[in-house]
């Protein structure tokens, strides 16, 4: 299982730090992937965090604003979001992969085996 939370309302350019809480599974053997989906839209990949070397990926509208990190002994993965903008609105979920991604292939939703229920992310102007 696992369990997006930390979302809520906040003005633009402010912060939030949403967690991933994993359980059930080895969750340091899985790469960590973080979405959104706005109303309207297609799900989008923000970015992923490998389980073997940390090795992250972002989405290009991120442009340095998103951190993914993680915490194995924890089994717990972080999307550290800042200068939030309205567009950032969305529903925001985590998910678990046990293949090895790579530039290509992080930001798809079927190389996923696992998903949470997301948490709502609300960016007002």
């Known amino acids: 299982q696992l369990q997006a939370s930390g979302g809520g309302l906040v003005q633009a350019g402010g912060s939030l730090r949403l967690s991933c809480a994993a359980s059930?599974?080895?969750?340091?053997?899985?790469?960590i992937g973080w979405f959104r989906q706005a109303p309207g839209k297609e799900r989008e990949g923000i970015s992923s965090?490998?389980?073997?070397?940390?090795?992250?990926y972002y989405g290009d509208f991120v442009k340095g604003r998103f951190t993914n990190s993680r915490d194995n002994d924890k089994h717990t993965a972080y999307l550290q979001m800042t200068n939030l903008k309205p567009e950032d609105t969305a529903v925001y979920s985590c998910?678990?992969?046990?293949?090895?991604?790579?530039?290509?292939?992080?930001?798809?939703?079927?190389?996923?085996?696992?998903w949470g229920q997301g948490t709502q992310v609300t960016v007002s102007s």
């Open positions: 059930g599974f080895a969750f340091d053997a899985y790469t």
């Open positions: 965090i490998s389980f073997s070397d940390g090795r992250t």
């Open positions: 998910a678990a992969s046990y293949y090895g991604l790579n530039l290509g292939t992080w930001a798809l939703p079927e190389n996923y085996e696992y």
